[in-house]
């Protein structure tokens, strides 16, 4: 009769441990698909991000940016939408110093004056070089007469139109790129002026693969004042020529730098010397140079991911049922710092990501477990 006991008490012992275990690895999975799950990743994720992104030896070779700022646009008689006889002169001057692609990172939504519109209109059509506008998509909520007027500078000018959404979560810092949301404009504006013939993503938004100050101590990328470029009569600057030579066959991003207007939270340590609130057109140069130079973010495969929750659980399962409550300090501790150096390792050597946050869940659920069986002496484990 005691062995019978002693033979149910191990079945109900591993029923109860691999249902806990099973359980634990697919609820957690789960919740990391809902944003009240993902507070602690997302902090301990922007940590990992300012701290051991990539981080070059120089300033990127194939990107320039021409900001439009205060100073630029002081001699005009407004600030806003920016004067289009400006852009028209550096689309011209950019074209002839032969980028690769110009990147207007500006919403074309009304009218301003007739001339300087059909300006601007000409220089773009006239452009041997690729031109992407940034666009407003169905997300926006752009008003009827503004999606017209959009659609008809589109047409008329001959550019492409790239979606220029930033997608933030709750906290409003910007970790992905918006996965397309109208037909109209399959590519984000990054995409369509880095790498035009790229696929839409069809598997949900994109984690940014932010680059770091690099080594040498210069900006990440080589920029400009456009007001160094082009004067308000039209003509090119004294020192424009030497300048635009640096921005041969570079994809060039021309768009505002104002401390009031398209700034974003981003994931980086101010205290490293990052800036963690930047323009918008700086967000879109990470992008184009993740890109350009082939990098990605990516999570573990959802699969590994599982496997990775279930294999914690158990391993915490085994120390609460083993130690009680004495293993919730004693594993969890240990247990949390070498999740935290695979993960670091793996972020530095193969750009993937482990969830700290779901992988310290599943820690503690199967540590949980493990005291769970342990107080209810459903079954007896001793070393041997």
Request: charged share 20%; aromatic share 8%; glycine share 8%.
């Amino acid at each position: 009769m005691q062995k019978v006991r002693t033979v149910l008490r191990y079945t109900l012992a591993l029923v109860f441990a691999g249902a806990w275990i099973a359980g634990t690895a697919w609820g957690v999975a789960r919740a990391t698909d809902y944003s009240w799950a993902l507070w602690l990743e997302h902090w301990t994720g922007d940590i990992r991000t300012g701290l051991f992104s990539h981080r070059p030896k120089r300033q990127h070779g194939g990107i320039a940016l021409i900001t439009v700022n205060d100073t630029t646009m002081q001699p005009y008689p407004y600030r806003s939408p920016i004067d289009r006889q400006l852009l028209a002169n550096l689309v011209t001057e950019l074209d002839k110093a032969r980028a690769r692609a110009i990147g207007l990172d500006f919403l074309f939504l009304k009218p301003t004056e007739p001339a300087k519109d059909a300006q601007l209109v000409t220089a773009i059509r006239q452009a041997k070089s690729r031109i992407v506008v940034a666009v407003g998509d169905s997300r926006v909520g752009l008003q009827p007469a503004q999606t017209e007027y959009q659609d008809t500078f589109l047409k008329a000018s001959g550019a492409i139109g790239g979606y220029a959404n930033l997608l933030t979560g709750g906290d409003r810092i910007v970790r992905y790129v918006a996965e397309p949301a109208d037909p109209a404009f399959p590519k984000s504006f990054a995409v369509a002026l880095a790498k035009p013939d790229a696929q839409a993503p069809t598997n949900g938004p994109r984690r940014i693969a932010w680059s770091l100050s690099p080594h040498n101590g210069n900006d990440r990328f080589f920029s400009l004042p456009a007001h160094l470029l082009v004067t308000p009569a039209g003509k090119a600057t004294p020192v424009a020529a030497a300048l635009l030579r640096r921005i041969k066959d570079k994809v060039v991003i021309v768009g505002g730098e104002f401390p009031d207007l398209d700034r974003h939270q981003v994931p980086m340590l101010s205290w490293r010397g990052e800036d963690d609130e930047i323009a918008g057109m700086l967000i879109h140069a990470q992008v184009a140079a993740q890109l350009l130079d082939g990098r990605r973010i990516e999570h573990l495969d959802r699969t590994w991911l599982q496997g990775l929750f279930a294999v914690l659980a158990l391993l915490g399962l085994w120390f609460g049922l083993r130690h009680g409550f004495v293993a919730v300090s004693l594993y969890a501790t240990t247990a949390s710092v070498l999740v935290v150096a695979a993960d670091v390792i793996l972020f530095r050597s193969m750009d993937l990501i482990i969830p700290f946050g779901a992988c310290f869940a599943a820690l503690l659920l199967g540590l949980a477990g493990g005291v769970v069986l342990r107080l209810a002496q459903l079954a007896i484990i001793r070393p041997t």
